[in-house]
């Protein structure tokens, strides 16, 4: 009897244990933390692309994401404003403006236009 009292348990922890599972995982997939995911991942690119039109990338400093603006434009397809300070061509520091929208694909970005200005 207790052999079989042993497995119930064993038994009831595993289903509950699925179904925990299960409900995180299905709330990952919610249109809000796909569109959350997105933003990030927007802003991630939007750095690199930015990185890559400037004189000196290893000088960036970039805004913290929530100083910045990620807008969603279309679908996959946001719009990411914010600043960075780093050096311009004769060495001094300072701070750009820069607006880049991006195309957010499966495991990499696109960038489809960027502008950069100093204030």
Partial sequence: MKEYK?????????VL????IDKCDSYSRTPEAIDSN?????YVYATQFV????T???TAIFGKMYDSQVTKIAENT???KGYLDAQNRFG?????????????LS??????????TER
Avoid: D
């Fill in 17 to 20: 244990l699925v179904f925990a």
């Fill in 38 to 42: 997105q933003k990030t991942e927007a």
């Fill in 6 to 14: 042993g497995c119930f348990i064993v038994i009831v922890v595993l």
């Fill in 92 to 104: 001094a520091m300072v701070r750009m403006n820069y607006k880049c929208e991006v195309l957010v």
């Fill in 51 to 54: 990185e890559e039109k400037i």
């Fill in 107 to 116: 495991n990499k970005g696109q960038c489809k236009s960027i502008t950069i």
């Fill in 56 to 58: 000196s990338p290893s």
């Fill in 78 to 80: 946001y719009l990411v």
